[in-house]
């Protein structure tokens, strides 16, 4: 009963509310993943956008006006690590937050001695446990410069790592995958990068990976839909336990 009104729904929101043909051409015109996708997959990614656009609520601050081409544009960035999982990945919370550019929010920190310390960094996006995706437009509009980079799918590939607890980069896997080989291959790239970085050698990602397990998995999910043949050829391990996650290969290899 329950699954027969939710698919009503969908189709009620896919006749009311659809994301319109300027927008969405606009949105595949600056989203290279979502262009190199086969007709049919397009399709589906375009669905899940107009659902998600449905489900999600999108707040720009500081003056940012968002247009129906933005909001399309978000959609479709946000959707590609779930076009082949659901929605359902995305559960748990409800918006995001949108700045014009870089934006420095303050921290607190309480030291050994009881001594509060506030911290103050500049940020192109940040995903909150159970709360908002807060992002930078102006580092959405550079999603593939340099190329690897997409701010919006490391955002998102926390909030699928967090649907398990804290990010640290084991999200919940697939009944069909290995634990242990995630964990021994993820743990070897993140071990050969860090010796690479050490050694002063070329990095075939993003340093920021090499923060934290949960960093390297968002970094690697970025060059995953943006990048997908240099990590296959740097990381090739890593690449084939993603594709076994997000239940694609942007290789097409």
Known sequence: MFGTLNKWRERRTLERHPVLEPAWQHALAHCAPARRLSASAQVRLRVLATLLLREKSFEPVQGLKLTDEMRALLAAHTCLPILNLGLDWYAGWHSFVIYPGLFVPERQSVDAAGVVHRHRHVMAG????????????EDVMQAGDPPGHNVVIHECAHKLDMQNGEANGFPPLHRDMDRARWSQVFHAAYAQLQRSRAAGEPLPMDAYGLQNPAEFFAVASEMFFEAPTVLQASLPDVYRQLCLFYRQNPAGT
């Open 126 to 137: 940040e995903s909150w446990q159970h709360g908002p995706v807060i992002l930078s437009w």
